[in-house]
């Protein structure tokens, strides 16, 4: 079956939308987090409260989250102006996610309605392709070597050194583990794929049904 350019376009946006989308309720994923406190001891390891690194881990979180320009802080923890910047640039970054997701679902659910009406459905097999190679690729990329790809990652995404914090200075460091992290990208992955596996169910479904 041939493609046409408009499904190809549409496909695209699906696939990054499905991925911003992956991206944002990874982050607003609290509940994430608050396993990994006891799975990974963070109070035995750092010393402070679970109650305390709550507070400070959704500080970070609700800023990370909000369009609005307030500044981060910490209920109890200092920061470094290198830490302050590292945050906003985050921020920056998860805005960008947030805006493709809502300009992706926009979009995206009017490009669905117009290619239903033209009984065109070639774009969720080529969105549940493109949906699974990309998870393919980073999940190896991880599986072989996370600490490489977590540092490479921030060294793309940051023209700085600022992602260095000095626990000294920036302590919210200690509560944010790489192991967490890594969490995050298997979440992201698996939710990815779960969306793969959703256009591509649907694909077959309408397959079937008009073949019938």
């Known amino acids: ?25 990874t982050l607003a994923c609290k ?55 590292h945050f906003e640039e ?7 996610f947030k805006c493709m997701a809502i300009f992706g679902t926009l979009t995206g659910a009017a490009g669905i309605l117009r290619q239903r009406r033209k009984q ?3 774009y969720l097999k080529l969105t549940a392709i493109l949906t699974v190679a990309l998870p393919a690729v980073i999940g190896a990329t991880v599986a072989l070597n996370w600490d490489w790809t977590f540092a490479a990652f921030h060294e793309l995404a940051f ?24 969490h995050c990208a298997v979440m992201i992955l698996v939710l990815v794929i779960l969306g793969s596996l959703i256009c591509g169910l649907i694909y077959r479904r309408v397959q079937r049904k008009n073949v019938k």
């Open 90 to 96: 985050v921020k920056n970054i998860f805005n960008l």
């Open 1 to 25: 079956m041939k493609i046409k350019a408009w499904s190809i376009l549409l496909s695209l946006i699906l696939t990054l939308t499905l991925i911003s989308l992956a991206v944002v309720l």
């Open 159 to 182: 023209n700085n050194d600022y992602w260095l914090f000095d626990p000294a200075t920036d302590p919210v460091i200690n509560i944010l583990p790489d192991a967490y992290f890594l």
């Open 120 to 122: 065109s459905y070639g």
């Open 31 to 85: 509940p994430l987090y608050y396993l990994d406190i006891h799975a990974l001891h963070i109070p035995e390891t750092t010393g402070y409260t679970i109650s305390e690194i709550k507070a400070n881990y959704d500080a970070v979180i609700d800023y990370s989250l909000s369009f609005g320009n307030a500044p981060l802080e910490f209920p109890t923890f200092p920061m470094s102006e290198g830490g302050r910047i």
